[in-house]
């Protein structure tokens, strides 16, 4: 750990939008784990996550996100989109760093426009160097991005390898960035993923006081793009009655050829709209 910084709370699917953090590790199977933990819970938050990596990379931490979600129906929604690092940063050094924060700018936008309500991204950043010519340069780079992502409400981890990293790199790094990224993962107790067709939402697990506002950011953004919205719900153990009222009213201001659909409504969720008459025609329940 680096002196005179903090670690992020082990709970990444509350992340404030525009936190930019950073891993320093010596063993490149914490970094796997690292990238893992914070791809796995921004993907149950409903956020659109970026990795990049190598191919191998990538793998690794597709295997690892199928023990606990679906990842390859995440690859193909294009809620987690990858990318080598020379896709992301260019091959050759760019003139002025602007360059790449205009790139990182666009796919911010890109992201709204897909459906989602915010974008991470998680980046291998030990070419990093080689392209800007120097660490002087990087951590010039990291120190503008945290203004950046601030700016743009994008959240990220940079990780890199402190072994390539000389006396005092590591240090520099970790004061350019918001703090480290979290060791310990701590499973989330819903998964909001993305759904292509029919457009909308797959949910799961418990939506309470803790986590609802998850659900209903991601619901608005579906909406924003095509305003008939599909929440499949199998897999919901508990829905309290203030989430289904806040569905309620997502759906009364749809327009008028919109609709919001509760498939696979579980028996919790049906009692809640029996008990509360939070019906409305905007808001259907599969039989």
């Known amino acids: 750990m680096i002196l005179g910084s903090h670690r992020a709370s082990a709970d990444l699917c509350s992340l404030e939008p525009g936190t930019h953090l950073c891993a320093l590790e010596q063993d490149g199977s914490m970094l796997d784990r690292v990238a893992a933990t914070f791809v796995g ?42 990318s080598s690092f020379e896709g992301a940063y260019g091959t050759s050094r760019p003139e002025d760093l602007a360059t790449i924060a205009d790139g990182f700018r666009l796919t911010a936008r890109q992201s709204q426009k897909s459906g989602f309500p915010g974008l991470r991204v998680a980046a291998r950043m030990d070419q990093l160097a080689g392209l800007l010519g120097s660490m002087d340069a990087v951590v010039a780079w990291e120190r503008m991005s945290t203004g950046l992502q601030r700016e743009i409400q994008v959240s990220s981890v940079c990780l890199y390898d402190a072994d390539r990293l000389e006396a005092g790199e590591g240090a520099a790094l970790a004061r350019a960035h918001d703090g480290l990224a979290p060791e310990v993962d701590v499973a989330p107790i819903a998964r909001f993923l993305a759904v292509d067709e029919p457009w909308g939402v797959q949910v799961r697990g418990e939506v309470d006081l803790s986590n609802r506002h998850l659900l209903h950011r991601l619901v608005l953004s579906r909406a924003a793009v095509y305003p008939r919205v599909r929440l499949d719900l199998d897999g919901v153990t508990f829905a309290d009655a203030t989430t289904v009222a806040r569905l309620r009213s997502i759906a009364a201001a749809l327009p008028e050829d919109g609709h919001l659909v509760l498939a ?21 329940v599969e039989p």
């Open 41 to 82: 819970q921004g993907l149950a938050a409903g956020e659109q996550l970026l990795y990049v990596a190598s191919d191998a990379q990538v793998d690794g931490l597709v295997r690892t996100l199928s023990q606990h979600l679906d990842a390859h129906q995440a690859l193909a929604t294009g809620q987690l989109l990858t």
């Open 264 to 284: 696979n409504a579980p028996a919790v969720v049906r009692r809640v709209l029996e008990l509360t008459g939070l019906g409305h025609p905007k808001l259907r």
